[in-house]
């Protein structure tokens, strides 16, 4: 059972958690000066450790352009990481959701994702990881610096916690920009998920720490948790006003949304992101009953395009018998429970 | 500072785009931000920390073409290299990144406004790496021995004094034989 499938906590207003470690190897130049022979070796050095306790290494120098989208798709790693040239790895255990990137912008990206708001238990996954790893591997760290990073806005505990909230109110309400204009002044930032183009049509978006030196993880963690708790707050508020016409129409438009995602014949990726929205919506405002969170979980890293394509039998050839399979999937998920 | 589109609101909404290496910006209100972005002239805000995204190259040529007046590559700094790695700081301010550990070093002084600007501080307070544990707790141990001794002898307590020195000497051999 991986992270998207599983129940969670504050499920109305978040989809999933994620803390990750940036560290880095002393006696090696970092990824931009490394040579192949210097990656090889930390990849080598690395997995010893991790698969003694129970990870898979995958070789993404390995792999096809769509199985690595796929643990894109599926939070693993970072797009950029898949688009890598040089060697890379990934070390997975999927059950804890716990992933360790090895030569991506830094040697190790020690990271852990959890469905639903999870942010102390994301955090004790990774930096149990991280000592196991620093008891073989002497850290590039200074005292007055922390750990140090490739990139400086990194440095210190190497730390980013980032929590993705779904917010459908606060964002037909407009008060998107207000909001992450305060969080920028506490040093948070949010970034819009499934925003290119569509807008913010999946109501998605991920909050994060911003600044790593001068602040303990614990207190990181903190802050990221007072900030959580008012946006939920702000975001039921906002939800709660809907009423009259405007909750009539809401309805209407949550219905459909139900309809259209179970039985249409074909669908798009970003019809399927905006039918999501409403239907999690309609979920959290009790107008749908018969589809859970964890069958929507499922279906937003199952249905995107290299993930739907690898879990074909035979791999579709056009974009319209990509759209039917996807239809077909939607249903098929759906159909399980109900 | 004033919205640039109304010039009556404050502006809270700071938009930096970059398109291929062209870029725009506005300080804008809400009201107007929420405006543009329905005519199209600017896209969904999807980071609002736009001004962060590259902090640093923007801080460094912000700091050098406008401090100094100067381009970077041209100055002095930019040509020093790190011992270790031989990275330039001009490679370090274009890329925005760091060649090795030890040009955190090599480009202590350099890196600290940066630093300051992103972090609001330079100074580490988080999690330390099991191997170092013991040289930062001998460091403060040390710290506040100096200062306990500072204590013992303005207080005229030369006995304590004696042996607060003797037992800063032994730290102190200890920390030289481990080279640091």
């Known amino acids: 059972m991986a992270w998207y499938n599983t129940t969670a906590n504050a499920s109305d207003t978040v989809i999933s958690t994620r803390v990750r470690l940036a560290r880095n190897i002393n006696g090696y130049p970092f990824a931009s000066r490394l040579e192949t022979s210097g990656a090889n070796e930390i990849i080598e050095k690395v997995s010893a450790p991790l698969e003694a306790a129970g990870f898979r290494k995958i070789n993404f120098s390995d792999l096809s352009p769509v199985m690595a989208t796929s643990y894109v798709e599926r939070h693993y790693v970072s797009p950029e990481f898949a688009k890598l040239e040089s060697p890379h790895a990934l070390l997975l255990q999927e059950q804890t959701g716990l992933a360790v990137m090895v030569c991506e912008e830094d040697h190790l990206r020690i990271q852990c994702v959890q469905a639903g708001l999870a942010l102390d238990e994301a955090y004790k996954n990774a930096s149990r990881v991280e000592k196991r790893l620093d008891e073989d591997f002497d850290f590039a760290y200074t005292e007055e610096l922390g750990y140090l990073t490739h990139c400086p806005t990194n440095l210190g505990t190497g730390m980013r916690a980032s929590v993705m909230m779904f917010l459908p109110a606060l964002t037909r309400g407009g008060y998107m920009d207000s909001l992450a204009n305060q969080l920028s002044k506490i040093g948070l930032t949010v970034r819009g998920l499934f925003g290119e183009g569509s807008g913010s049509a999946g109501c998605m978006y991920q909050i994060s720490n911003q600044v790593t030196l001068g602040i303990t993880e614990q207190e990181t963690l903190a802050k990221l948790r007072d900030a959580i708790t008012q946006i939920i707050e702000s975001e039921k508020r906002a939800r709660d006003a809907i009423s009259g016409d405007a909750m009539e129409r809401m309805t209407d438009r949550i219905l459909r949304a139900e309809g259209t995602l179970r039985y249409a014949h074909m669908m798009s990726s970003s019809e399927f992101i905006k039918l999501f929205a409403d239907v999690r919506f309609g979920i959290a405002l009790g107008l749908i009953q018969d589809v859970t969170y964890e069958q929507l979980g499922t279906l937003l890293v199952e249905v995107m395009p290299a993930t739907l394509t690898l879990s074909a039998e035979t791999t579709p050839k056009s974009e319209i018998a990509r759209d039917k399979l996807r239809a077909q999937r939607i249903k098929s998920v759906l159909n399980a429970k109900a | ?180």
């Open chain 2, 1 to 180: 500072m004033l919205c640039e589109q109304c010039k009556k609101r404050t502006a809270t909404v700071f938009y930096n785009e970059n398109i291929n290496g062209k870029v725009r910006s506005f300080s804008l209100c809400g009201e107007c931000a929420a405006k543009m972005r329905e005519k199209g002239d600017i896209r969904e805000i999807t980071s609002m920390s736009g001004s962060f995204a590259d902090p640093f190259s923007q801080l460094h040529d912000e700091f050098f073409g406008g401090f100094f007046g100067i381009p970077l590559q041209k100055t002095l700094t930019a040509q020093k290299k790190c011992p270790t790695c031989s990275m330039t700081f001009a490679e370090i301010s274009k890329s925005g990144r760091v060649g090795c550990p030890d040009c955190y070093t090599a480009f202590q002084s350099e890196l600290r406004p940066t630093l300051r600007s992103i972090h609001g501080t330079t100074a580490h307070t988080g999690a330390v790496p099991a191997r170092h544990r013991a040289k930062q707790e001998r460091n403060e141990r040390l710290k506040s021995l100096k200062k306990q001794l500072g204590d013992a002898i303005s207080q005229e307590n030369y006995e304590q004094a004696a042996a607060l020195r003797d037992e800063i000497r032994t730290l102190q051999a200890e920390k030289e034989k481990e080279g640091n």
